[in-house]
T-cell receptor, first 113, second 113 residues
Framework: GENVEQHPSTLSVQEGDSAVIKCTYSDSASNYFPWYKQELGKRPQLIIDIRSNVGEKKDQRIAVTLNKTAKHFSLHITETQPEDSAVYFC????????????FGTGTRLKVLA | DSGVTQTPKHLITATGQRVTLRCSPRSGDLSVYWYQQSLDQGLQFLIQ???????AKGNILERFSAQQFPDLHSELNLSSLELGDSALYFC????????????FGDGTRLSIL
């Protein structure tokens, strides 16, 4: 069945450095990839997304890249700040028959001041 | 405030019991998604409804069922509860059937004793 693998599971960076989180999906028919941020004890929040007809998308300090051939997509956060500390989830929309969203297992990002 | 309302916020019950979790989507959203998040785990997709009809199904147990009513609120019913069902249950909504789960509620924390 559909599967999304996410790495690393934990990531610690110094404030001001960049952070990269990578996801791999199994369903080649997937065509939409949202990313969510979940702060401790709070609800997930959609932070950025990318469609399969686009290779890269940026929103201020956040960018997402997609490699359809390799079925990889990544989240890049530049100039990290302590408030970026959270769990980040990638997701892939499976279009084969239904519009299911499969989530990765999450990356716990710690930005050290 | 995401506009998605989940009740109750906390629920404590015993094994073998049955509970109902309720979700009111953001105004104007027709899709409702249910997710299960166990401690320090990712988001497991359970089921999606669009305008009253089931649209996508994830790894939802047979002991679990859901429905979406004409006023678009949704209920997730969990029966024959087991200790392993203890988790945070999130509801999310979005405008369309294929749109990503965009607005998450604050979740219902279910504890099975």
């Amino acid at each position: 069945g559909e599967n999304v693998e996410q790495h690393p599971s934990t990531l610690s960076v110094q404030e001001g450095d960049s952070a990269v989180i990578k996801c791999t999906y199994s369903d080649s028919a997937s065509n939409y990839f949202p990313w969510y941020k979940q702060e401790l004890g709070k609800r997930p929040q959609l932070i950025i997304d990318i469609r399969s007809n686009v290779g890269e998308k940026k929103d201020q300090r956040i960018a997402v890249t997609l490699n359809k051939t390799a079925k990889h997509f990544s989240l890049h956060i530049t100039e990290t700040q302590p408030e970026d500390s959270a769990v980040y989830f990638c997701a892939a929309r499976a279009t084969s028959g239904t519009y299911k969203y499969i989530f990765g297992t999450g990356t716990r990002l710690k930005v050290l001041a | 405030d995401s506009g998605v309302t989940q009740t109750p916020k906390h629920l404590i019950t015993a094994t073998g019991q049955r509970v109902t979790l309720r979700c009111s989507p953001r105004s104007g959203d027709l899709s409702v998604y249910w997710y299960q998040q166990s401690l320090d785990q990712g988001l497991q997709f359970l089921i999606q409804y669009y305008n009253g009809e089931e649209r996508a199904k994830g790894n939802i147990l047979e002991r679990f069922s859901a429905q979406q009513f004409p006023d678009l609120h949704s209920e997730l019913n969990l029966s024959s509860l087991e200790l392993g069902d203890s988790a945070l249950y999130f509801c999310a909504s979005s405008p369309g059937t294929g749109a990503q789960p965009q607005h998450f509620g604050d979740g219902t924390r279910l504890s099975i004793l």
